[in-house]
């Protein structure tokens, strides 16, 4: 068996072609999703990067391996304690080391590890090759040592290889000689010059007035992503920037695709198709990051190619990224590990049956602190802390109807909330019984200070707004951080 696991970066799936975005922004994974399954709603349970291949990667809730963070105690797993044994049972049943375990040959094309010191990623790979940019680069940096793998080993059997891409993920990075393919087209996006006026009034940071975080610097190394945009015709700037890094992805995974055809083992190999986390493109006021517990930031693609299962089958059930560690240990014929959280839907690949649950807890803690429930056509927004956003405590959101999140029904629909509420404490109360530890990690991060991208800024921050017309929700984070605390 080979398998290749394409693993690109900060990827929304309504902004690709296959999951009906009418931009062609993915041409060669859409040849992917006609051979395989395409699953409508999966979910990454705890975002954003860090957090979110911490929980695939183990198989389980951040709120259980502990890392829900970019920065402090939370950026790191919890230590598995005193029954550890000489090595780390989390990492010796961690998603890499099922291959192993079936006999393949295991390699790692990533930067990740080293740009969030989360070495515990690497477990399980015989080889890991790594180009130095800490996330930074650009996939012509990547692509040459991908094929050159593919090269050496395509033709051998039993192997796995994970192939990371950053290029969607901000900032907007495309070469300076890769020419806009979307530059003539229609902008497409749910951005009115009315809701663009609104998001200039946000209060938060990555909002238009700031994107690059708590300024306005364009960086010079990426001059394609832009530090601000007061105009809505410069929309185009962030949209075309995102979707450029999509599809610049994608033309370079074609050419690893066209290697392993011209190869003559593409037929059979197994192909997984996914990201860590999506973006927020205006919604909730936040443009080009994935800084909430929303719809935009936890919604992910995955599609599965499998030789004899299903083909071109759409799976709408909710599921987790998690879900995939005890999915393909049961495709190989594995035990189960009995920490992993996930629910294996190995019979949706290969017959097309309903395996999703009924609904999800998502969780943010590096830019907000946040626990959201999706569930039918609903998501509920619970916020803890709010990242300087001036968030309401919670928010309700018809994801069906209202999937950029415009309308907030909390006062409409409290018995909605009420239902959303109590998925979250239950799914809390079952967490922590199950927990090695009587600390839910959030409330860690909440007494260190709060989400690690909030820490040391609300100050410069406050000053910031009033120097940029936004002198109300500079006053009300005095009150409500300075005053209160």
């Known amino acids: ?200 009034k946000h209060t938060g940071p990555h909002s238009l007035n700031e994107i690059t975080m708590y300024n306005d610097i364009t960086n010079p190394k990426y001059p394609k992503h832009p530090g601000k945009i007061t105009e809505y015709k410069d929309l ?29 083992v593409y037929d059979d190999l197994v192909i997984i198709v996914t990201s860590d986390h999506g973006e927020n493109l205006c919604e909730l006021g936040i443009c080009s990051e994935h800084a909430t517990a929303d719809h935009p930031t936890c919604h992910i693609p995955m599609i599965i190619k499998w030789p004899n299962g299903m083909q071109n089958h759409k799976d709408k059930e909710l599921h987790y990224s998690l879900d995939l560690v005890p999915t393909m240990a049961e495709l190989l014929g594995l035990e189960k590990y009995d920490k992993w959280d996930g629910l294996s839907y190995k019979n949706t690949i290969l017959k097309g049956e309903k395996q999703g649950r009924e609904s999800l807890v998502l969780s943010q803690m590096a830019h907000v602190c946040q626990r959201s429930a999706r569930f039918g056509e609903w998501l509920y927004i619970r916020t803890y802390h709010d990242g300087f956003h001036l968030f309401d405590d919670e928010m309700l959101f018809n994801i069906k109807h209202d999937p950029y999140e415009q309308n907030d029904l909390k006062s409409r629909y409290p018995e909605v909330c009420a239902q959303g509420a109590k998925i979250i404490l239950d799914w809390h109360d079952s967490m922590m019984k199950t927990s090695g530890s009587t600390i839910d990690p959030m409330w860690t991060v909440l007494k260190e200070g709060g989400p690690f991208h909030t820490i040391g800024h609300l100050e410069e921050y406050i000053e910031r707004l009033k120097l940029t017309g936004r002198a109300e929700g500079a006053e009300k984070l005095r009150k409500k951080y300075l005053e209160n605390r």
Request: negative net charge.
């Open 236 to 264: 185009r700037k962030i949209i075309d920037g995102y979707d450029c890094g999509i599809r610049y992805a994608d033309e370079l995974i074609g050419k690893v695709l066209a290697l392993l055809k011209a190869q003559g």
């Open 1 to 200: 068996m080979r398998v290749l696991f394409l693993d690109i970066d900060t990827l929304r799936p309504d902004h690709m072609s296959c999951y009906g975005y009418k931009r062609l922004t993915t041409p060669n994974i859409d040849e992917i999703a006609k051979e395989g399954v395409v699953f409508e709603n999966y979910y990454c349970s705890d975002a954003p990067c860090l957090p979110s291949r911490a929980s695939l990667i183990s198989g389980m809730f951040g709120i259980h391996n502990g890392a829900v963070g970019h920065g402090g105690t939370c950026a790191d797993r919890r230590p598995y304690g005193k029954e550890r044994g000489f090595s780390d049972p989390i990492d010796n049943h961690n998603f890499n080391n099922l291959f192993r375990r079936a006999g393949m040959h295991t390699a790692s094309i990533s930067t990740f590890s080293e740009r969030h010191s989360s070495y515990w990623f690497q477990a399980g790979f015989n080889e890991t090759y790594n180009v130095g940019g800490r996330g930074m680069e650009s996939g012509e940096e990547v692509i040459p040592v991908a094929l050159d793998w593919v090269e050496r080993n395509g033709k051998e059997d039993n192997w796995f290889l994970h192939l990371h891409l950053w290029d969607p993920h901000t900032p907007y990075r495309t070469p300076a000689d890769y020419e806009n393919p979307f530059e003539d087209e229609p902008l497409n996006t749910w951005v009115t010059p009315e809701i663009f006026e609104e998001c200039l």
